[in-house]
């Protein structure tokens, strides 16, 4: 498809575990950010890549938390050693190089977490 | 630090009726503001934006922001709501840099019969 694909839609692991978020961008779109959306809240800024620079991960909650991106391709959020309050849907967003940008970011669908 | 407030976690509006969704933000410098729509079981879409020129600025399925300075707000407003609209709507804020977009925690928008 032509839009941000996000991988699992739904995951539910044991506190403690480890899991990994998958997104896919719009091809040729070099920004990609990632966003963290609890129940009833606001979305919270996580981690932010543009093309080669060193992302932003100023939004990262702690260091349990990572995140990869491969070029200007996909990318992987990881949280290791779950926690209940992790739970919450994970949202990857996408937009075009800044020479061309509009200020319009393009959503996934989510990869919904539940701790258990 | 930027922030977002919007006031009005649900508003309830019967079908043709005008609404308006809240939004304000705090910044010391210039910003770029957004709303989004969450239509139920998908992911956010942009709604409308404001850059630059014209502080009214007109989004998609009939919708309107108007970019006050002065009171740090960009309120939402449609003059007659669909069955359709209902949908969660973000507020969303972004520096000159377009790094961090900051969001609001969402109104949701419930249009009745």
């Known amino acids: 498809g032509a839009g941000v694909s996000q991988s699992p839609s739904n995951k539910v692991t044991e506190k403690g575990k480890d899991v990994e978020l998958r997104c896919d961008p719009i091809?040729?779109?070099?920004?990609l950010y990632w966003y963290r959306q609890r129940l009833g809240q606001g979305l919270e800024f996580l981690i932010y890549?543009?093309?080669?620079?060193?992302?932003?991960k100023s939004g990262l909650p702690s260091d349990r938390f990572s995140a990869e991106r491969t070029g200007e391709s996909v990318s992987t959020l990881t949280i290791q050693r779950t926690q209940q309050e992790d739970s919450a849907v994970y949202l990857c967003?996408?937009?075009?190089?800044?020479?061309?940008?509009?200020?319009?970011?393009?959503f996934g669908e989510g990869s919904r977490l539940t701790v258990l | 630090a930027q922030s977002v407030t919007q006031l009005d976690s649900q508003v309830p509006v019967f079908e043709e009726a005008p609404v308006e969704l809240r939004c304000n933000y705090s910044?010391?410098?210039?910003?770029?503001l957004f709303w989004y729509v969450q239509y139920p079981n998908q992911g956010l879409q942009l709604l409308l934006k404001?850059?630059?020129?014209?502080?009214l600025v007109k989004g998609i399925n009939g919708f309107e922001a108007e970019f006050n300075k002065s009171q740090t707000s960009f309120h939402l407003r449609k003059p007659s709501v669909h069955i359709s609209d209902t949908a969660e709507y973000f507020c969303?804020?972004?520096?000159?840099?377009?790094?961090?977009?900051?969001f609001g925690s969402g109104t949701k928008l419930n249009v009745k019969p």
């Open positions: 967003a996408s937009s075009p190089s800044a020479g061309r940008y509009t200020g319009e970011l393009f």
């Open positions: 091809s040729g779109h070099t920004a």
């Open positions: 890549f543009q093309g080669n620079s060193a992302p932003d």
């Open positions: 910044s010391s410098v210039s910003v770029y």
């Open positions: 404001y850059l630059s020129g014209s502080t």
């Open positions: 969303a804020v972004s520096g000159a840099n377009f790094n961090k977009f900051y």
